[in-house]
C-alpha cells in the first residue's frame, strides 16, 4: 500500500530533550516536507527536500532540523524542544512535477 | 507571499448543497487546491485548479478565477461524513530549482447537521 508513516504518532516529552520525528514514504518521492498545525494558524511549512540531500528552510525552522540521507525518510528533529512547539506535525511527500501532496497521519506532540 | 481567506466555520444541513469560499492575494500563481481534513487525521486531497473555470469529481466540485484571486468548493448531496475541515491552498510559480511554495488557508470547518 502507497503511503507515509511517521512515528511516533503521540509523544509527551519535557523541554529539552532531544526528539527525533520519523518519516517514511514507499512512493519512491523525491518531494517531502515537514508542517505543523496550530488552531487559527493553519498548516505551516517548517522543512521541506526536494530531493536527497536537498533541502530548505520553510516558514517556520526555527527549533527544528531535518536531513534526507536517503530518498525515503525525512526525520524531523528537535535539539532542544519547547512548549512553543507542542503542535500536530504532519509529514507530506510528492512526486517531482506532480502537484497532490500525501500526508502522513500526523504526530502530536506535547512539550511540558 | 500569499494571503488566503476563507470563512472559519459553516454550518449545513445533510442533502443540501454548500459553497465554501477561498480568496487569495498572490505575488505569483500556479494552482490551487482543496484538500478536506477530518478532525485529527491527514488532509487528504480533493481537487486542483490551474485554469478558470468548474472542475468536477462526484459531489465535489471546485471552480477558481485568477483575474478575481477567487475559488469555491461545492459539496452536493451533503452527508454526516462531509463533516470536516476545508483547506484551500495556493501553489506558487517556479522558482529556481524548481520548487513551488503551497500556502495553507487556516481552513473552513464545515458542520453537516441532521
Known amino acids: 500500500e502507497a503511503q507515509v508513516t511517521q512515528n511516533p504518532r503521540y509523544l509527551i516529552t519535557v523541554t529539552g530533550k532531544k526528539l527525533t520525528v520519523t518519516c517514511s514514504q514507499n512512493?519512491?518521492?523525491?518531494?517531502m516536507s515537514w508542517y505543523r498545525q496550530d488552531p487559527g494558524l493553519g498548516l505551516r511549512q517548517i522543512y521541506y527536500?526536494?530531493?536527497?540531500?536537498?533541502?530548505d528552510k520553510g516558514d517556520v525552522p526555527e527549533g527544528y532540523k531535518v536531513s534526507r540521507k536517503e530518498k525515503r525518510n525525512f526525520p524531523l528533529i528537535l535539539e532542544s524542544p519547547s512548549p512553543n512547539q507542542t503542535s500536530l506535525y504532519f509529514c507530506?511527500?510528492?512526486?517531482?512535477?506532480?502537484?497532490?501532496?500525501?500526508f502522513g497521519p500526523g504526530t502530536r506532540l506535547t512539550v511540558t | 507571499g500569499q494571503n488566503i481567506d476563507q470563512p472559519t466555520e459553516m454550518t449545513a444541513t445533510e442533502g443540501a448543497i454548500v459553497q465554501i469560499n477561498c480568496t487569495y492575494q498572490?505575488?505569483?500563481?500556479?494552482?490551487l487546491f482543496w484538500y478536506q481534513q477530518h478532525a485529527g487525521e491527514a488532509p487528504t486531497f480533493l481537487s486542483y485548479?490551474?485554469?478558470?473555470g468548474l472542475e468536477e469529481k462526484g459531489r465535489f466540485s471546485s471552480f477558481l478565477s485568477r483575474s478575481k484571486g477567487y475559488s469555491y468548493l461545492l459539496l452536493k448531496e451533503l452527508q454526516m461524513k462531509d463533516s470536516a475541515s476545508y483547506l484551500c491552498?495556493?501553489?506558487?510559480?517556479?522558482?529556481?530549482?524548481?520548487?513551488?511554495?503551497?500556502?495553507f488557508g487556516t481552513g473552513t470547518k464545515l458542520q453537516v447537521i441532521p
Open positions: 512512493m519512491n518521492h523525491e518531494y
Open positions: 507530506a511527500s510528492k512526486i517531482a512535477g506532480g502537484y497532490e501532496q500525501y
Open positions: 498572490t505575488s505569483g500563481f500556479n494552482g
Open positions: 527536500s526536494m530531493n536527497v540531500e536537498v533541502t
Open positions: 485548479n490551474v485554469l478558470d
Open positions: 491552498a495556493v501553489r506558487d510559480g517556479p522558482r529556481p530549482g524548481g520548487y513551488q511554495k503551497v500556502t
